[in-house]
């Protein structure tokens, strides 16, 4: 069985006030309803509570309370959140759905796989209920930015979250300037982490055929010593758009502390056109050696000696 949480919080991971939450996007609880109808949903007692119209239609609710006298219509009552988990043992996902505590047991106590998360860009300050720290140990898998409209008055963003096990991570320090997501590998095999564009004014980009154009992301990151980040070309954009890194690899270096920049360039014979947001290359993380050296008068001898390009016929 999968436990998965599903939540929208703020930047400063506010979820609520005063029993109620703190936003209702439109997109948002499309999005709830979408991933959550004909699964089991297990909230806390004053979540049920604030429901408008009681028990979600079309999912099994399961509502943890410490009250023994407790019971609604169409509810199971389950007394802790390992109970609400175990009368839910034959299903495929369960997701979690609030409140903060309840969110904040099941992370603590590694019970979650995955997080559904709606990451608003806004931080409100009379919030009384917050979202728990996502662990170190979940990576982002998905995704998508959205800007605010009429129906969402805040830009937004959907970020999928998969809990990577045995896997040790290395600690880099990142500023992140833009409204978009961190860095993150797409898969728990990927070498590459996808780097986004960050475009301040949410204007887009043209680059013409043949033209180069440096452009940002909004990242400033501290390597350790020995090691050096490489900026590579995505290779969708490269076989379907024509679109590289012209400097591929690019380097940044571990003492340096500027933003991270990609220089693209268009290869094909079509203008291209890049939004903030857009994935536009990757970045792995490698280690390097420090070399010193040696002025000699004679180098080895090898059987290949100072033959080069095409030395061997081919």
Do not use: C
């Not at 991570?169 to 996808?194: H, L, Q, R």
């Amino acid at each position: 069985m999968i436990i998965s949480i599903i939540a929208a919080i703020a930047k400063n991971y506010a979820i609520g006030r005063n029993g109620d939450l703190l936003y209702h996007l439109t997109d948002d609880l499309k999005r709830f309803k979408q991933l959550t109808s004909n699964h089991t949903v297990i909230m806390g007692r004053k979540t049920f509570e604030s429901l408008p119209h009681g028990p979600l239609p079309n999912r099994r609710n399961i509502v943890i309370t410490s009250n023994p006298n407790w019971t609604y219509p169409d509810v199971e009552v389950a007394r802790s959140i390992e109970d609400a988990i175990s009368k839910s043992a034959s299903e495929q996902e369960v997701f979690i759905i609030g409140g903060g505590s309840v969110y904040k047991e099941a992370i603590e106590k590694g019970l979650v796989d995955n997080m559904y998360i709606t990451e608003i860009k806004d931080t409100p300050k009379d919030a009384d209920v917050f979202f728990p720290e996502i662990p170190d140990n979940f990576d982002v898998t998905y995704a998508e930015y959205h800007t605010a409209d009429e129906k969402n008055p805040y830009d937004y963003i959907f970020v999928d979250y998969k809990k990577i096990n045995n896997i040790i991570k290395m600690k880099i320090k990142v500023i992140n300037k833009s409204n978009n997501p961190m860095p993150a590998y797409a898969t728990e095999g990927s070498a590459g982490m996808d780097l986004m564009a960050y475009i301040e004014d949410n204007s887009s980009i043209v680059i013409k055929p043949m033209e180069r154009v440096l452009i940002h992301t909004g990242l400033y990151i501290s390597l350790p010593q020995g090691y050096e980040a490489q900026i590579r070309p995505r290779s969708g954009l490269a076989l379907k758009k024509g679109i590289t890194v012209l400097n591929t690899p690019g380097t940044v270096d571990a003492d340096y502390r500027g933003e991270v920049g990609v220089i693209l360039i268009n290869l094909s014979q079509d203008n291209f056109e890049i939004n903030n947001g857009d994935r536009i290359a990757q970045m792995v993380i490698k280690k390097h050696e420090t070399a010193e050296f040696v002025e000699v008068d004679v180098l080895d001898e090898t059987e290949r000696g100072a033959g080069g390009y095409g030395h061997t016929g081919k």
